[in-house]
């Protein structure tokens, strides 16, 4: 049998490159004309209010309309895009595609731009469980999804089958990061629902500790490309430094689907990807007796344990957890925490000997609702959980937590790619 083929190609040119990347894998044989194509980015969440550096963490727009003008002048008019972003604290799809300038693309091309959120949603059968999917995705010929290259500190690596989730409502997203669920054999079955005929993923930037703004981008100028999902995961894999055997969802998809996880059952066309591989971690040290993160440990913070998140939170306490870490921060001024532990998710229950326990999120305080381990309970209940509402709790506590603290280190986050050249935010704005 032929092995799939994966173009890697150098971003040298927003036209060219991407051109290169499609003829070398032969993207669009596939296609014809009379085609409903639909392009699936990467939008996971944009935050309209506050600095977000998009580096890594969103695909880029300079790839979206090259595609775009690559698709139209081979002959395609049939063009959506669409795309289920975070809806916190309500669906914004379309201001975030303002901002993005899609409307342009909608204007010149005739992109059909679609918010998920806002559309219907059919329940797709799975055997032992349905999960919900935009019906716009359903009812495409063909799905062109655009992932960006990325780490993600509850699945290794963030890529082409990841980014199907996107497809999902908000209910079967969260349903992914349930108890009885293993997030990482879920979400790798979407793509066996859904008409994908091609992967493009956008390596202008890398993004390590993935999958938001929290995590640190590096510029990468590569463009990977193939008909085959799975495929370009693995090579996406490895230039992040990972074999697909450790990375449990694309193990999970080669077992089902009979694969194997070597490179070598691969064609690479393009670039030897040998010279593009290096490591960029996932996740956040953690206390090997999991009291917090070990940065609060290297400060030496004491008198609080905060519990690692698992695979069963999902993206909406996940968007804000770090804000709770930052806050929690800046509770401290050199005196130990009275005795708190912080937990999260559905599955983590508390344990005994603390003078409060924080519960950060609906699921945590109905889980621990009546665990005789409570002494007082402070619960932070919301999906997700409001962070102002974080902060009056804690400071009735005692624990002078700061909203304001968050705000500052947004900001920090944003100006840390600030006058640099290689990270333009002319990528995204167009
Ligand atoms: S509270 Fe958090 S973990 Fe629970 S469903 Fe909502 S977002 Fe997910």
């Known amino acids: ?10 971003y040298e040119d927003p036209i060219r490159s991407l051109k290169e990347a499609l003829e070398l894998c032969d993207g669009l044989a596939g296609f014809r004309k009379s085609d409903k194509i639909l392009i699936k980015p990467n939008i996971v969440y944009w935050d309209l209010d506050l600095p977000f550096p998009p580096f890594g963490v969103v695909t880029t727009s300079a790839v979206v309309f090259s595609l775009v003008q690559i698709l139209f002048e081979e002959g395609f008019r049939h063009l959506m895009l669409g795309e289920a972003s975070l ?28 918010d998920f ?12 469980y349905k999960l919900s999917i935009a019906q716009k995705a359903l009812e495409a010929d063909k799905i062109i999804n655009v992932p960006v290259l990325k780490t993600h500190n509850q ?20 349903f992914c990061h349930n108890v009885q669920m293993d997030l ?10 859904l008409p994908v005929a091609l992967n493009i993923v956008d390596g202008i930037f890398v993004l390590e500790r993935g999958p938001a703004p929290t995590g640190k981008a590096y510029r990468k100028n590569l463009l990977l490309a193939s008909c085959d999902p799975f495929a ?49 971690d996932y996740d956040w040290e953690w206390t090997a007796e999991d009291t917090g993160p070990a940065g609060f440990m290297k400060r030496g913070i004491t008198g609080i344990a905060i519990r690692k998140y698992d695979d069963t939170l999902c993206t909406g306490c996940s968007a804000y957890y770090n804000a709770m870490l930052i806050m929690l921060l ?6 130990p925490f009275p005795g708190i532990e912080v937990v999260s998710g559905k599955k983590r229950l508390a344990s005994p000997g603390f003078a409060k326990t924080v519960l950060f999120g609906k699921c945590t305080c109905v889980l621990n609702k009546d665990n005789p381990n409570i002494a007082k309970a402070v619960p932070i209940r919301g999906c997700p959980p409001d962070l102002k509402r ?8 005692g624990i002078n937590c700061r909203y304001d603290a968050y705000l500052k280190y947004r900001q920090y986050l944003f100006d840390r790619y600030k006058d640099r050249e290689v990270f333009d935010l002319g990528l995204y704005l167009m």
């Open 1 to 10: 049998m032929a092995k799939p083929v994966v173009s890697v190609v150098k």
């Open 87 to 114: 809806p916190v604290p309500k669906p914004q799809g379309r201001e975030v595609y303002k901002v993005l300038g899609y409307e342009k693309l909608r204007d010149n091309y005739g992109v059909e731009l679609i």
């Open 117 to 128: 959120n806002e559309e219907k949603f059919v329940p797709v059968d799975f055997g032992d």
């Open 155 to 174: 699945c290794k690596v963030s890529l082409a089958l990841k980014n199907l989730k996107g497809v999902l409502d908000r209910k079967s997203k969260m």
């Open 184 to 193: 990482n054999s879920t979400f790798p079955r979407l793509v066996e629902k």
């Open 232 to 280: 370009v995961d693995l090579v996406g894999a490895a230039i992040m430094g990972y074999r697909a055997e450790e990375v449990p969802h694309l193990k999970y998809y080669a077992g089902r689907h009979g694969r194997s996880t070597s490179l070598a059952e691969v064609a690479v066309k393009g670039e030897e990807i040998a010279g593009h591989c290096s490591y960029v």
């Open 330 to 335: 800046s509770a401290y001024q050199g005196e």
């Open 390 to 397: 974080f902060e009056k709790a804690l400071q009735e506590e």
